[in-house]
């Protein structure tokens, strides 16, 4: 009976080989499920290959962009990603492919009328914005530009700070098919996206600003780089199955932790001042990089809600092996507007405690 069904299973099993037996003839081996390979092992290499090729596509052209292109080209540059960002937003809100390209082409004009209306914020004038955010110690008439720039920061800070966080939490979900509801998460992608532009510019503009845009893009990389590997290590407990099945707590620490090395890898200019003052600068920079990283989290988790909702896998397929353009920035959209503000009130406690400091010894 064993035999009976043994032969039956060998020849009708379309995964077998057959090899010469002793006596004459040949006979049917069966093979392991998948021709004696990993299946997804075959089909994860090329997908590995395509996402390292575009990554390495992306850095280079974005590297020479960001130190050798004039300020006003960056801006252009800066509108165009912008505008594809909000065709892919458009998909998440649920229009279709002609209203998409409509409201990617509305996001290009109100970057460019941001060019036409902040001309020194987009010139690279150098301003430190802690002054508009001193406004107790400093004089601000003339500053128009700044101000404004200084209000999309804070009201995008306190978006990502304050609301986000009870949105993840409380997983809210817009109905699409309500217009009112439809038109909310427009109105929102234009000004989380306005912002993501402006503090590109702001950022690069600055005092070795190409600099500090790279180290800060940086929190982003490491988080989601460490992320990967500490999750796909430990695994473990989901950090959000509903919103994204793949992200675990071991990811989340092992982000945190990568933040935290890449923190004291950049402690330039400690090693100027007293040592117990170079300590507290230390931990205070560290805690920084890590309350940026749990915000570049936050934003993943939100873009990964909205395409939840929207019951897609990528905001599209413009980057092969990489998604889309929000795909890439989601976590940015979170870090930058809110390093802005962050590091203005970081140099406003600092330089007091400076004094302060100085004048106790």
Known sequence: MVQHVWRHFVRNNPLSLTLPHEGGGNVKMPLPRGGG?????????????????TAIVLFIGFFA?????????WALLMSV???VAAWEWGGLA?????ERLVFGGVMLLVCLGGMVKLPKIVAGEPFPLERILNVLKYNLSGYNDFIACAAVFVLATLFWCLVIPFWLRRRWRLDLTRWQEQGALLVLGVFLIFSTWLSFIYVRGGTRGAEQLLIVMGIAWVSDISAYFAGRKFGGKKLAPEISPGK????????LAGVWVYAMLLRSGISQVPLGLALLLMISVALTY????????????????????????DSSNILPGHGGVLDRIDSLMAILPCVVIVLGVLRIVRNYFIEFYYSLL
Do not use: C
């Open 290 to 313: 890590i309350f940026l990283a749990v915000l570049g989290i936050m934003g993943d988790l939100f873009e990964s809600l909205l395409k939840r909702q929207a019951g897609i896998k």
């Open 65 to 73: 962009a960001l130190f050798y292109l004039p300020p006003l080209h």
């Open 94 to 98: 649920g229009l279709k492919q002609r």
């Open 248 to 255: 675990t707590w071991a990811g989340v620490w092992g982000a």
């Open 37 to 53: 390979q990993n299946d997804k092992t075959r089909k994860t290499e090329p997908m590995l290959k395509q996402r390292i090729i």
């Open 81 to 83: 990603v912008s505008a």
